[in-house]
């Protein structure tokens, strides 16, 4: 039996929550024992489906409450001591500060390989200054580091000063079929038409997300009346409900966080995600799978999903280039949902849920055989 010591920042309902969840759930229990250690405290009532989802599944779940950034550091004995506890073969890590408190943590337990996840390439200045020399240190007691992506790892090359034995690219998965028995959600809750299937984004409000590029591109929609759905929640939130609540916005939606993205995917007309990076963006994995076309920068992951069908999906942003596209597809729906099925067919060929887990199986099952004393 390997065990399995999962360490994440948070269980919100963000992508690499998912994906962690996705995977302790989908190990084959006969062969490994997952236990999840969070940093954050619980989520709050209406947002633990995941944490539900690991009760199901009978994974244990510790949590340290660190809520500011002073809680940080002194929580490292905690989580020592509890991995101590656990005695894992290996930590699997996911987000930056769950990489770096992990892999302190781990080699002071003495777990015997340490797995760091590199989830995105954030170019955000202040994760440059603040965080990176101690992920380069983190990254340097690690036995692996698993990127999303081959655009992440060659980045995570670079920002960590990896050895090149250390770097693995492990692609995110999707429940294709999951998606497919998900019925299409009632969009009317959210003021629209129950005929109107809209342009969708689905994205933390945010810079990294393009969430302010949404507002560039307001004029297009507000001209066109063509109905643009907006889900998640962020900084840039307010900014949008000022915008969506003009008159000349009737056509334009704001959702905030929703659970249910398989069914409001299942209910659009096209995705955009106008981010300015990523790492493999989940929501693009799932829209593809519910055979929506998409319309994406060409940033981290994003064209090696799409592969040879990312002609006139991922396009560099300008709100002149991005409005020509979105006419063409919202005028051509039939070459649009063939599109979409060609898309679903991708991700079930290389992206698949089932696909992600064999790959880190073997990962642990290898790193249990040969385990070594981080450096």
């Keep these: 039996m390997i065990r399995v010591a999962f360490v994440i920042t948070g269980l919100e309902m963000g992508g690499a929550e998912r994906q962690l969840v996705s995977l302790a759930t989908g190990l084959d229990r006969r062969f490994f024992k997952p236990r999840v250690f969070v940093l954050r405290p619980p989520p709050i009532a209406e947002r633990q489906q995941l944490v539900q989802r690991l009760r199901e599944y009978e994974i244990p ?61 954030d170019r955000r200045q202040r994760y440059r200054w603040v965080y990176r020399r101690w992920e380069r240190a983190a990254a340097r007691m690690a036995t692996r580091v698993v990127s999303v992506s081959q655009q992440t790892a060659q980045f995570a090359s670079v920002e960590l000063h990896l050895r090149d034995e250390q770097s693995l690219v492990i692609p995110n998965g999707v429940d294709v079929d999951a998606i497919a028995r998900t019925p299409p959600a009632d969009l009317t809750r959210f003021g629209l038409a129950p005929d109107q299937r809209p342009i969708l984004f689905v994205g933390r409000l945010d810079r990294q997300k393009g969430a302010d590029r949404l507002l560039q591109l307001l004029p297009y929609f ?43 995917l299942k209910a659009s007309n096209l995705l955009i995600l106008p ?69 679903r067919v991708r991700v079930r060929e290389h992206f698949s849920l089932p696909g992600m887990i064999e790959q880190y199986a073997r990962l642990f099952a290898d790193l249990a055989q040969r385990p070594t004393t981080p450096t």
């Design 61 to 121: 779940i510790e949590y340290f409450g660190i809520v500011r950034w002073w809680q940080f550091w002194p929580s490292l004995p905690r989580l020592t001591q509890r991995l101590a506890a656990f005695a894992p073969q290996v930590m699997q890590s996911f987000l930056v500060h769950a990489n770096i408190l992990g892999a302190y943590a781990a080699r002071d337990a003495r777990v015997p390989a340490i797995s760091l996840g590199i989830r995105v390439a």
């Design 275 to 343: 981010s300015r990076f990523e790492g493999m963006p989940n929501v693009l994995l799932e829209a593809m799978a519910a055979e929506l076309p998409a319309l994406v920068t060409p940033v981290e992951g994003t064209a090696e999903v799409l592969g040879d069908l990312a002609h006139g999906q991922a396009l560099p942003f300008s709100p002149q280039l991005w409005s020509d596209r979105l006419t063409e597809v919202w005028s051509n729906q039939l070459p649009a949902r063939e599109l979409g099925r060609h898309n």
């Design 222 to 264: 507000e001209s066109t009346r063509i109905p643009l759905l907006v889900v998640g929640s962020g900084p840039l939130e307010p900014m949008l409900r000022r915008q969506f609540a003009k008159p000349s916005a009737a056509n334009l939606h704001l959702a905030g966080w929703q659970p249910d993205i398989a069914g409001i």
